[in-house]
């Protein structure tokens, strides 16, 4: 017998010590024609003689009764529940779904549309690092800035190598917290950021150093000369990997990216990793990186998180385009399936489902 009455269609009668207030066993029934001969068979109720019940059983009798009937309730309401949560699980599937479309559409990797228009987006990355004894100590910031801009006919390479010369990294350094480095529950490495110079940053100055990269020139060191109508035209998407604790961060020091007028969606690699992949599970950046077949020295870096984060970003959009390729190809050929060493195929297949919209990104 289970624990519980809920997780079984069996339930406990604890109280019903008289036999005459027992369940009692008819039969057993595989279809509704026997199940209701069984019933029809059940002895009619006949008054009781004196002294075969008292009121105290039938007042047990009755409570196990209505035990019984919630019970049934409440399994409606377990499979209710279940459903809804497929339901939004569902519904999380679609929107990550749809947030790889739109950064594929973003990249130039696919034509825009209706529902994916060509939003002339900057990607900035963020990752932030903190104590790990006392994560209020917030010890480093990094920032990863792409301009879809900067990609209009350069072809990606290989899992998008060639754009990654593209990103513009920063990595500040907080100097009332210089001297911490996590080492207990990962190998922190404030020191080795790949791909550039840190800043050290005062505390008291690391919202207006945020505020500045998500303002022009964008971390670009050769900015030219902009208007204020060009300014307000492009839209940002703050990119992350679990974007949920950096933003957590970032307000921590002063700064919440939300209130960016030109923010048009916070983007999360994680959740756009499940979503190519159909795992439920969430995969860490570097398992990402890894399976991508991309570089990602001295993780737990700030600076560099950054950056790996946006070359998983374009990596994930490539393999959804590639798996797509395979599907299709798989359908012209009766279903047989490309082997590794004809990848060389993909790409044909890319360029084959990319090429009437040349003049388009041109």
């Not at 950021?193 to 050769?222: N, Q, T, W």
Request: with cysteine.
């Amino acid at each position: 017998m289970p624990d519980s009455p809920e997780g079984s269609l069996v339930f406990p009668f604890e109280y019903s010590e008289h036999h005459l207030l027992r369940p009692h066993f008819l039969g057993k029934s595989s279809n509704k024609d026997d199940f209701e001969h069984l019933s029809n068979s059940a002895p009619h109720f006949t008054p009781l003689a004196a002294g075969e019940t008292d009121p105290e059983h039938i007042s047990y009798f009755r409570k196990d009764m209505d035990a019984a009937v919630d019970a049934g309730k409440n399994k409606g309401k377990a499979k209710a529940a279940k459903e809804a949560t497929q339901e939004v699980r569902n519904a999380q599937q679609q929107n990550m779904r749809r947030q790889v479309e739109r950064t594929q559409v973003a990249l130039g990797l696919a034509p825009p549309s209706e529902d994916n228009p060509d939003l002339d987006i900057i990607y900035i990355a963020v990752d932030v690092e903190s104590y790990e004894r006392n994560h209020n100590m917030i010890t480093e910031v990094g920032f990863a800035t792409l301009d879809t801009r900067d990609l209009k006919g350069i072809p990606h390479g290989d899992a998008g190598k060639d754009w990654h010369k593209f990103i513009r990294a920063r990595h500040f350094r907080i100097n009332e917290y210089k001297h911490y480095t996590n080492s207990e529950f990962v190998r922190g490495c404030p020191d080795q950021f790949e791909f550039g110079e840190s800043e050290f940053v005062d505390l008291k100055d690391m919202p207006r150093m945020i505020a500045s990269c998500f303002k022009h020139p964008y971390s670009a060191k050769d900015a030219h000369s902009i208007n204020e109508e060009e300014r307000a035209k492009r839209t940002i998407v703050f990119l992350g990997h679990d974007t949920k604790q950096d933003v957590a961060y970032l307000r921590k020091l002063g700064y919440d990216p939300s209130n960016l007028a030109n923010l048009y969606e916070i983007q999360d690699t994680a959740a756009m990793w499940r979503a190519v992949t159909s795992e439920q599970s969430t995969r860490g950046l570097s398992h990402i990186m890894y399976t991508l077949e991309l570089e990602s020295w001295n993780t737990h870096n700030a600076g560099n998180d950054a950056v790996y984060t946006v070359h998983a970003m374009i990596g994930i959009c490539i393999k959804d385009l590639q798996k797509k390729a395979v599907s299709t190809n798989d359908d012209d050929e009766g279903g047989v399936s490309l082997l590794p060493e004809k990848k060389v195929n993909v790409d044909k297949e890319i360029k084959k489902i990319t090429k009437k919209f040349v003049e388009w990104e041109m």
